[in-house]
């Protein structure tokens, strides 16, 4: 009976030592996700900045390809009209 005693009181000590290194560690976790939230955050201008670059090269980018589309579709239905001109 005393050794049912004695083994049951070593498992709560255990279990108590288990669930205070878990807590110390679900702690160290939390500090973890914090200082990485706080330095994304402290980088944010600079992602956001990176974003504007990248959007402002993207709008150049679609205004170069609206002007060649608008050339290419000129000149395709000029040759289209001259070329039906000079069939008829």
């Known amino acids: 009976m ?12 255990k279990i108590t030592d288990l669930e205070t290194s878990l807590n ?4 160290q976790l939390r500090e973890e996700v914090q200082k990485e939230q706080h330095r994304d955050i402290d980088h944010l201008e600079e992602y956001l900045d990176e974003v504007d670059h990248r959007y402002g ?24 009209t001259n070329g039906g001109d000079s069939s008829a």
């Open 2 to 13: 005393l050794d049912t005693i004695k083994r049951r009181e070593e498992l709560e000590a």
């Open 24 to 27: 110390t560690l679900k702690k």
């Open 57 to 80: 090269n993207l709008r150049d980018f679609w205004g170069i390809v609206r002007k060649e589309l608008r050339d290419f579709f000129a000149r395709r239905k000029a040759s289209d």
